[in-house]
């Protein structure tokens, strides 16, 4: 499964949001920088759909907020 998200580094909270267009929206406290808030993220996304975060791979979007996920699900 491919999933849409908007990442927000160095967010006071962390969270993870479907918002109404399907996208998710993931805030994490990591900054941006050498790939921690992409960990951050696929970690939180493993844990939104309760599955290991090797299933959760960064397919597309590196060095944007825009980002695609394959989830192994």
Do not use: W, Y
Not at 20 to 31: A, H, R, Y
Not at 46 to 64: D, P, R, W
């Amino acid at each position: 499964m491919r999933i849409t998200v908007k990442a927000k580094p160095s967010a006071r909270e962390e969270s993870v949001v479907k918002a109404d267009d399907g996208t998710f929206v993931v805030s994490v406290k990591e900054p941006p920088r050498n790939g921690k808030a992409n960990e951050a993220i696929s970690r939180a996304l493993a844990k939104h759909f309760c599955i290991a975060s090797q299933q959760v791979v960064l397919a597309s979007g590196f060095s944007s907020r825009q980002k695609i996920f394959e989830i192994a699900l």
